[in-house]
């Protein structure tokens, strides 16, 4: 029996494979994973090693990843999160960085070089990225690395938003993003990745993977009727989340931004002019 892999998710190449693939795959050579992680605000996971080539998804701040190649400026890695696979800038990796201890719970927050909003920010980081606190002065958390961060634009690691939908919102009028992952820009499954992760809830990267792995089906008719907030409906290749029984929220390229509008509409155009019909509704707990 042939099983194909997910080369989305699957740490495998002609040329060189993830260890643990060892008896699945055929390679040449197999690496064993190291633990880095992201120093960077974001980073970009590209399909191939050059600047140019096509935006997968993104890694944010603190993030853990398996690095198996290192070369020429980019690492060939797997991200710990989602299971991702691509390359990241080396750059933008650390093995020595320590664990986060918090995540960004606003949209997004500066992170400037002392105590002060008055001084030039360093960075500005997304939300659900992570850092790591040391302590405390006035009305700032100071991180590890000396820089420091609105307290209350931050979260413990363990303390969750109660309502995804609500998180979703927040991201009204955010630029479209093909692979984006951040309140500067995401597509479609990046914005449910970011909301579910925000309120606890792990999930695949990519819309096709969101539909098998996500919530429980919903029956529906060509009427739409009978379903909830938070329901999440997929089309083939697109996902977008319910804000109520009849508005659907979601980044697409039709507006270019993250764009609340009535399902049926939205249902009628892309029906007609992208992605088909509807192919299944998904209910979450």
């Not at 992170?111 to 006035?138: F, M, Q, R």
């Not at 309502?163 to 927040?170: H, I, S």
Request: glycine share 10%.
């Amino acid at each position: 029996m042939t099983v194909i892999l997910d080369r989305r998710i699957t740490a495998f190449r002609p040329d060189l494979a993830a260890s643990h693939l060892r008896g699945q795959v055929k390679a040449p050579a197999f690496a064993e994973p190291q633990p880095m992680r992201v120093v960077a605000a974001s980073a970009p996971l590209r399909r191939e090693p050059r600047p140019d080539a096509a935006l997968d998804t993104e890694a944010l701040a603190g993030e853990l990843v398996q690095v198996y190649e290192r070369y020429e400026g980019w690492a060939w890695v797997q991200l710990a999160g989602d299971g991702y696979v691509g390359y990241l800038p080396d750059d933008c990796l650390r093995a020595d960085a320590p664990a986060p201890t918090h995540r960004v719970s606003a949209l997004r927050t500066f992170v400037y070089p002392g105590p002060s909003i008055k001084l030039p920010p360093l960075t500005v980081l997304s939300l659900n990225a992570a850092v790591t606190v040391a302590g405390e002065t006035g009305d700032f958390a100071v991180l590890s690395d000396g820089g420091h961060v609105f307290l209350k634009h931050l979260a413990a690691l363990d303390r969750f938003e109660p309502d995804y939908v609500g998180v979703a919102e927040r991201f009204l009028g955010v630029p479209y993003l093909w692979g984006g992952k951040t309140s500067l820009g995401l597509d479609c499954s990046g914005l449910t990745q970011l909301a579910l992760a925000a309120a606890g809830i792990a999930a695949p990267r990519d819309s096709d993977m969101q539909e098998a792995g996500l919530g429980a089906a919903v029956a529906f008719d060509e009427s739409l009727s009978g379903l909830k907030r938070g329901d999440l409906v997929f089309w083939k290749g697109h996902v977008g989340i319910l804000t109520a029984p009849d508005t659907l929220l979601h980044a697409n390229g039709h507006t270019m931004d993250v764009h609340r509008e009535p399902l049926r509409e939205a249902r009628d155009r892309i029906r007609d002019k992208s992605f088909g019909a509807i192919t299944s509704i998904k209910r979450l707990g």
